[in-house]
Structure formats: C-alpha cells, structure tokens
C-alpha cells in the first residue's frame, strides 16, 4: 500500500514524467528516505507500543518483547528493525548502481553489499531454524512469540 501511495504521489506530482535523480547515491538516498527509514519507523513504533507487534505479527498472533517479556522499548525495537533492513537496503544500493551505470561492468565494491543482501537473510533463516531466533533478535535481547489468548 505505502508502494502505491508513492507511485500515485509521484505521478500525479509530475503528471506521470517523473524525471530521472542526478546519480545513484541521490536515488539511493531518496529511496532510504522513502521506503527503508518509515519501514524501519513502522515496524519499531508499532513493535515498541503497546501491541508490541506490526499489524502482520498481529493478524499471525505473535509478538515481540525483551527476555524479561517486557515490552521491547523504541530504541531496542528500532536497532533491532534497523538490522533487519540492512539487507534490504544493500539490495536497494546494487539496484541503484545497476540502473545508473548504463552497461559498465559491476563494480567490484558492489561484491560486498551483493553478498550481504544475499547471505544475510539466508543466515538469518538458518538460525531461525536452528536456535529459535534470528540474529537481530539475540543481539538486541528480544524475541517473537506466539500469543497465548
């Protein structure tokens, strides 16, 4: 939904010719701006309130607090939204550089957010299935669990 709200804001506003940014780091920066940093938002205000879940964790009847089960509060539940993003950010940063390069070779300091964006969230299922929590989740001493009403 928030995708297609910024498609139509953006076409109405340039009567459907948006123009191209300047270069990868400004698009990536929009891009930051405008989809990884209010996700990252969303997910940490509505993981700190007093549902201490997103509106998807709800629905699936889990949620989110710290060890002690207490609710996780915006700090820990924003660094622990911030990491699991990572991923997805690097991803966006090799679409953004593929885009502008106009068919030059793929830079070889992209191999790293490349390999990031692939990996991480493949480690993180690994020990998901392997220890009960992703990594974010040990590092920031919170866990998701499943509601018992």
């Known amino acids: 939904m928030w995708g297609g709200l ?9 009567d459907s010719k948006p123009s191209r940014f300047s270069g990868p780091w400004i698009a990536q920066a929009v891009g930051f701006l405008v989809a990884t940093l209010p996700f990252t938002l969303y ?7 007093h549902w201490q879940a997103s509106v998807g964790k709800r629905v699936a009847k889990l949620r989110v607090r710290n060890r002690s089960g207490e609710r996780l509060t915006f700090p820990r539940a924003f660094i622990r939204n911030a990491i699991k993003f990572v991923p997805w950010e690097l991803g966006h940063t090799m679409a953004q550089q593929a885009f502008y ?10 191999w790293g957010p490349a390999l990031i964006s692939m990996i991480g969230p493949l480690w993180w299922i690994v020990s998901i299935f392997m220890t009960g929590d992703a990594p974010y989740d040990r590092w920031t001493v919170a866990r998701v669990e499943r509601l018992s009403k």
Do not use: D, Q
Request: hydrophobic share 55%.
């Open 6 to 14: 910024i498609f139509l804001i953006v076409m109405t506003a340039t």
């Open 43 to 49: 997910f940490a205000l509505c993981e700190s309130s």
């Open 101 to 110: 390069s106009e068919n030059e070779s793929f830079p070889i300091w992209l």
